[in-house]
């Protein structure tokens, strides 16, 4: 499955770049954050739950950089495992100002699922990942963004 889009963060780019590519800050925006640990600079682990219709599941995850290009691309490999299911994902983020201050975020995941969250199928799991991607920038936005006064 893949998933992509644009998104504006009213900060700047060297900010929103800082933020994002620090596990401990980006996963606090992760939906269902069980835990999270920093192996090493390279990679992480978060423990996630999910729900799915009628499939809830625990996942342990490694994340992975696999490129970071400061301040303005990073890619990102990440795949574990729940009883009875697997996910691996591949996503990418290209940051640039966008003249006002703020920045424009382009994006996109390919997502591999397989086992019981598979079986569900895309009519069930993609508006989970709708909302999900829409409370991770809402969360993004509320820690970065300052007021207007």
Not at 2 to 31: L, R
Not at 43 to 60: A, H, I, L, Q, T
Not at 123 to 146: G, H, S, W
Request: hydrophobic residues 40%; aromatic residues 6%.
């Amino acid at each position: 499955m893949e998933f992509k889009g644009q998104e504006k963060i009213g900060a700047p780019q060297a900010t929103v770049w800082a933020y994002v590519t620090d596990a401990n800050k980006i996963s606090e925006c992760a939906p269902g954050l069980q835990s999270v640990e920093v192996i090493d600079d390279e990679r992480f682990r978060m423990v996630v739950r999910v729900g799915v219709g009628p499939v809830r599941s625990e996942f342990d995850l490694t994340c992975t950089w696999v490129e970071r290009n400061e301040p303005s691309r990073a890619r990102i490999n990440a795949s574990g495992q729940a009883p009875g299911s697997a996910v691996s994902m591949d996503a990418t983020m290209d940051l640039a100002p966008d003249g006002d201050g703020a920045t424009v975020m382009d994006w996109a995941a390919e997502a591999r699922i397989s086992g019981k969250l598979a079986g569900l199928g895309s009519r069930l799991i993609n508006p989970v990942a709708d909302r999900m991607t829409k409370q991770v920038f809402e969360c993004i936005r509320t820690n970065l963004e300052q007021p207007a006064s």
